[in-house]
């Protein structure tokens, strides 16, 4: 969860919003 957690702030440190959404709607 920790890594998820790292990925998901590195893809709002690039905004990448997208990258998120695709994430929490898996």
Request: hydrophobic share 45%; net charge negative.
């Amino acid at each position: 969860m920790q890594d998820i957690c790292a990925d998901i702030r590195a893809a709002i440190d690039h905004g990448r919003t997208d990258i998120i959404r695709s994430l929490l709607g898996a």
